[in-house]
């Protein structure tokens, strides 16, 4: 079985955090995005990986040659940003006629992957949302048969947003849409969807059915990161009785994420805070934030916040978002 994740976007919602560092390696609940992504898929049996790179590529691929030195995988370079059809239908030589499931780079989800991927017909992911225009939504019938996918409708027919995860037994029939689609035309933003090769399958016959997520967690802004992170590490500390270490003259408000070598002084740290490596923290308030590896905070209250790695922040605030690389005095 292969997972193909495309990974090849440039984040702009969570700029500046993503003009040096891929959305996809994002510190979450002291993973990234991508490994929660990865170790889900591992976890059901998924042996391959085909990664789809772009922008940061190089950066995507240090890490996981560096966090997964046994993984299985193909990286295949997005040049063009031309959408997630696009993305796709490179992968077509790397995946052969093979069953996938598909998980888009930016997206989290609570389901029985292992259930998905023993179903006996091809399934598309869904969740109930409000306002369903903008995503792509899955029309069904009674029975969860998926009738039509139709991208962003300015009239929805349906509520079912479609989460991002797809896992496709018609492979050849899937490329074949792809390559149908990119070679007829582009959407009229200039990318090509996935979710147009999709209905094609559906117009030519082949049966989808959905299944319904018990959590979605969709990654690409600042404040959905933000509950992504409090949600997955109230999780992790139900899951497993975690010991943090204990830091001169400070407290610790469970639940947090702090990585190895941070240097931690006379602080408030939590709930709700993932600290990456070798991280100095002094005199500082934080809760509800994310804040990268060998950054630097002195005198600092943050809150609802991301602050990128190797940043340095002294003085006082109340939420940030700031990238890699960036020194801010706010004294």
């Known amino acids: 079985m292969k997972a193909i994740i495309p990974v090849a976007g440039a984040g702009t919602k969570l700029r500046p955090l993503t003009y040096t560092q891929p959305k996809a390696l994002i510190p979450l609940a002291g993973k990234t995005i991508l490994s929660v992504i990865v170790d889900q898929l591992l976890d059901a049996g998924v042996t391959e990986f085909v990664f789809v790179i772009g922008y940061l590529g190089e950066k995507i691929q240090r890490y996981i040659a560096k966090t997964y030195p046994k993984l299985s995988y193909t990286l295949i370079t997005q040049n063009d940003r031309r959408g997630t059809g696009h993305a796709i239908w490179l992968t077509k030589d790397a995946v ?36 369903p225009r903008s995503f792509g939504v899955a029309e069904l019938d009674d029975k969860d048969v998926v009738m039509r996918v139709v991208e962003k409708p300015l009239i929805p027919k349906s509520n079912m947003a479609m989460v991002g995860v797809y896992y496709i037994k018609e492979t050849q029939a899937l490329y074949s849409a792809l390559s149908k689609h990119l070679h007829d035309r582009t959407d009229e933003d200039g990318e090509y969807h996935l979710t147009s090769a999709l209905e094609q399958m559906i117009e030519n016959g082949i049966k989808f059915k959905a299944f319904r997520v018990n959590n979605w967690f969709d990654c690409g802004k600042k404040e959905s990161l933000l509950s992504t992170n409090a949600i997955l590490l109230k999780q992790m500390a139900e899951d497993s009785k975690q010991k943090i270490p204990s830091y001169e003259g400070t407290v610790i408000i469970p639940p947090v994420s702090i990585a190895d070598g941070c240097n931690i002084q006379h602080s408030i740290i939590g709930p709700n805070v993932t600290i990456g490596e070798h991280t100095t923290i002094h005199s500082s308030i934080i809760k509800d934030s994310i804040i990268g590896a060998y950054a630097e905070l002195e005198e600092v209250v943050l809150n609802n916040s991301i602050i990128g790695s190797d940043a340095y922040v002294r003085g006082l605030s109340q939420s940030l978002n700031i990238g890699d690389n960036t020194e801010i005095d706010l004294g």
């Not at 029985?112 to 992911?125: H, P, Q, R, Y």
Request: aromatic share 2%; proline share 0%; net charge negative.
């Open 96 to 131: 052969g006629d093979e069953e996938v499931i598909i998980v888009l780079g930016d997206t989290v989800c609570d389901y029985n992957v292992k259930s998905i991927l023993n179903s006996n017909t091809s399934e598309i992911g869904v969740r109930k949302v409000d306002d």
